[in-house]
Every structure is written in C-alpha cells, then in structure tokens.
C-alpha cells in the first residue's frame, strides 16, 4: 500500500514558517513528505531541509517524495531528539521547525499497523514499529493504570466500565485484535452515549498515546525544537486534539511571558524578558475547502511563534 498523507493546513504552514532561501529547516515528523516537498521547493538559494520521521514507512516515502533535491537530508528519529539529529548533522542552529503531531491518515489506513477500530487487525499502534504495543497495555496493565490511560489520555469519562470489561475478557484469552478491543469498549458504554461518535475513539486514542509516549515527546521536542532554533526562527506546530493544543498553546505562552513581577511592584526585579512572541495570536483552522476536501483535517489547529533572541 503507498504511503498517501494528505498535508493538512499545509499553505498557512509553510506561509506561517516565512521560508528563506537560504534556511536551514527542520519538518520533524515527515510523514509522506508533503510539507517537506513543499519547505524543499523554496530553499533555492543554498537552503537545507532536514526531514525526520520514527515510522520506517514514512522515512521510505519521503525519500522517494523528496528524491529530486539534493539538499534535504532525511533522518529516521522521533522529533524530541532533534538536537541529536542536528548536531550529527553539525548544525547547531536552524531558521524553522515544523511539527505535525499525531497519527497520519496512512497509519490509520493501513489495518496492520492497529491504529483503527475500523478494521480487524492485531493491536500494535506503534508508529516506530518497536517497543511496547497496545497488545501488551491492554493484556498486561494493572486495572488502576489503564484507569489512569483511559483518563488522562482519551478523557474518557466510562474508563472504569471499559477497563472492568477488558480485565473480564483477558481472563479469558488475551485480547489481541483491534475488533474485539472495540467491541468491549462499545458493550460498555450505555446506550444513550453510544449515539455520539464510535464508542472506542477516546479508548483508541488514549491507547495510542500511551503507546507511543506521545505527551512526553511533545514537551520534550517544542523545548528542544525552539532551543535549536536562531533568532527570528519560526515553531509552527500542528495537532490535531485538545491534550496536545492545550501544551503548545501553554508553552509558547511561557516562552511570551515576561516580568513575572507581582503587580503592585514599582519597578521589575525577576529581569524575564519573553523570549518569543506568536506568529498567530489565535490557532488556524483549516478553511471549509479543506474540510470538504479532507474531514480529518476538522480539529488540526496550528499555532506558530517566532524566537527573539
């Protein structure tokens, strides 16, 4: 099956990052390469693109994507550890970074790869292909820590009804497809919740990030991505639910506060200065075009800011 990712917001991003010529520039999570093909097209003037992706599939994708230019280096690595990849690479500093959080559409599409409650295919979720599996959260967790998954991750408010039905059905024989995963989650459900989307979609996402590690990636690559970046560089960061727009939108608030001063001070003695400001005071959504086009794209929100010093 090919690689086909649709770019979502992919004209207000590479507008967003304000591209150079001759920029060094990081899309730290690939995928097909569509935003990266895009980044490439405009570095006509000795500008680099370094294109990192932790899914093998989507690392051979980009490169036959981005095949015709001779200056994108592509790197198989999660985003959080973009200062390893850079200084591998010897560059300290770059002019922009974009990050495009979350599962593709070709991750979804694919049964085998048991991101989806759509098909029938043994949990995985994994997006390295390594590590731990969903197989192994929902077979081997304690009761109280996949409460706290269910939760945390999927604000799922019948976590303890769905984990008392998986505990009941291990029991008896793992769980070891994404059907019979789904088919617990709806049976516990009450029927009158049931009519407002599929009943596993919060369970499924949660297990996924979980998985995947994703929170703590997100926070460790925004600090690492806008650490790497020079002055009057670019983070443009898209997600695509309320857990990951929440961190971007308080840490690039962090990054724009300055005195932290208590009001009634005369003068400011803390001496914080912002160290960016937002390119976009409000999130960008995807215009009703791009919706008709591609409904996956209803909750990516972008949000950008540049670095001052």
């Given amino acids: 099956m090919e690689f086909v990712h649709k770019s979502v917001l992919l004209e207000e991003t590479i507008a967003s990052l304000d591209i150079k010529p001759d920029g060094t520039y990081v899309d730290g999570t690939a995928g097909g390469g569509g935003h990266s093909y895009q980044i490439a097209k405009r570095l006509t003037d000795g500008g680099r693109l370094i294109a990192i992706d932790q899914d093998p599939d989507a690392i051979e994708a980009a490169g036959k994507r981005l095949a015709e230019f001779d200056n994108v ?99 008896v024989k793992p769980i070891k497809t994404t059907l019979e995963l789904a088919e617990i989650v709806s049976s516990s459900y009450p029927a009158k919740a049931r009519k407002n989307g599929h009943p596993a979609r919060k369970t499924f996402q949660a297990l996924r990030i979980a998985v995947n590690g994703e929170l703590d990636r997100l926070r460790e690559g925004l600090e690492n991505s806008f650490d790497v970046l020079d002055k009057d560089g670019r983070l443009a960061v898209i997600t695509f639910h309320s857990l990951e727009d929440r961190i971007v939108k308080k840490t690039m608030a962090q990054w724009c506060t300055g005195c932290t001063c208590p009001k009634d001070f005369p003068v400011c003695v803390c001496g914080n200065k912002p160290r960016a400001e937002l390119v976009t005071r409000r999130p960008v959504e995807p215009g009703a075009a791009e919706l008709e086009e591609n409904n996956r794209a209803r909750s990516a929100r972008l949000r950008v800011c540049k670095k001052l010093f």
């Fill in 73 to 171: 280096t592509i790197v198989r690595s999660n985003f959080s550890n973009i200062k390893g990849v850079l200084m591998s690479l010897g560059i300290s500093r770059v002019d922009g970074v974009l990050l495009d959080i979350g599962v593709s559409s070709w991750q979804l599409d694919k049964p085998e790869r048991g991101f989806s409650y759509h098909y029938d295919a043994p949990l995985d979720m994994r997006m390295s292909r390594e590590g731990i599996s969903a197989y192994d959260l929902v077979n081997q967790c304690e009761p109280s820590e996949l409460i706290r998954i269910l939760t945390a991750y999927g604000e799922e408010k019948f976590a303890r009804n769905i984990v008392r039905n998986i505990i009941n059905a291990r029991e």
